[in-house]
């Protein structure tokens, strides 16, 4: 199972997330609820790197599935914009494919 963990602020913006797991829809190299996830949040951290002048780290590991973006200090209102459009992405593929990815929330 994919795990989402999205980090809100107190606005319930998304200011971070990490996603961890391995799908297990199908075979590896035909599975694609973890390439929708895959591809959905390396599209989310490119774009965030390119439109915006934010601080931030992320971090990838391919054996576990593993891929975080963390922010040193606030997000801009760019990176809010692309943060919500991941939630809604993410939210859309956790309906279609619940038995293969769930979604938590955290305060941050």
């Not at 951290?45 to 390119?50: K, L």
């Amino acid at each position: 199972m994919i795990n989402v963990s999205l980090f809100e602020d107190s606005n319930k913006n998304v200011v971070g997330f990490e996603v961890s797991g391995h799908a297990e829809y199908a075979d590896p190299g035909m599975d694609i609820v973890c390439s929708a996830v895959s591809a959905l949040t390396i599209t989310v951290i490119n774009s965030i790197e390119e439109q915006c002048d934010d601080d931030f780290y992320s971090d990838f590991h391919q054996e576990t599935g593993y891929i975080s973006l963390h922010f040193h200090g606030e997000p801009s209102d760019t990176a809010l914009i692309i943060l919500r459009l991941f939630r809604c992405g993410m939210m859309g593929l956790e309906e279609s494919y619940g038995d293969y990815i769930l979604i938590t929330f955290k305060e941050v």
